[in-house]
């Protein structure tokens, strides 16, 4: 299947200690460093997103998050998109996304694999005794299995 971001902002959610912002440099534009790393670099707001950047901020609502995420009509938006560091680019989002019934994020299997993530032992239980060693090779089908699987076990499935 081809991915399509469902835009939750998961990828986005835990980012803050990964991305800080040092200084506004300019007009929209932002001086941002990696604290692990010491790396530095400029970001800019996307112009038809930089209302949405000083309307709201979202670290009320996730603390954690890249200082960038917003959110609009519960749909995630980073406001820097076209200059996005090199690191978002390269984040692989989930093929499989597992929520509970409120739609937090439960557990994922990470986009182009067969991995399955979760710090929830019921979840790793159900996975391994109902999808580890499905003989299933057409990987659509694969997916339709696991989020019947989940599904049957009430939780609410993201393909």
């Given at each position: 299947m081809v991915f399509r971001c469902q835009q939750c902002g998961e990828c986005c959610r835990y980012m803050g200690d990964i991305i800080e912002i040092e200084e506004?440099?300019?007009?929209?534009?932002?001086?941002?460093?990696?604290?692990?790393?010491?790396?530095e670099r400029t970001v800019t707001l996307d112009p038809d997103k930089a209302d949405l950047f000083s309307s709201q901020d979202s670290t009320r609502s996730h603390p954690m998050a890249c200082p960038f995420l917003r959110f609009r009509d519960k749909r995630a938006f980073c406001t820097v998109h076209a200059t996005r560091p090199g690191l978002c680019r390269?984040?692989?989002?989930?093929?499989?996304?597992?929520?509970?019934?409120?739609?937090?994020?439960?557990?994922?299997?990470?986009?182009?694999?067969?991995?399955f993530s979760s710090l929830d032992p019921a979840l790793h239980e159900l996975?391994?005794?109902?999808?580890?060693?499905?003989?299933?090779?057409?990987?659509?089908?694969?997916?339709?299995?696991?989020?019947?699987?989940?599904s049957r076990a009430g939780y609410r499935v993201v393909i």
């Open positions: 506004q440099t300019g007009p929209g534009t932002y001086r941002i460093r990696f604290p692990v790393t010491g790396e390269q984040y692989g989002c989930f093929r499989v996304l597992i929520l509970d019934n409120s739609g937090r994020h439960l557990g994922r299997v990470r986009d182009g694999s067969r991995t996975w391994d005794t109902e999808v580890t060693g499905t003989d299933i090779l057409d990987e659509a089908a694969w997916e339709r299995w696991v989020r019947d699987v989940f």
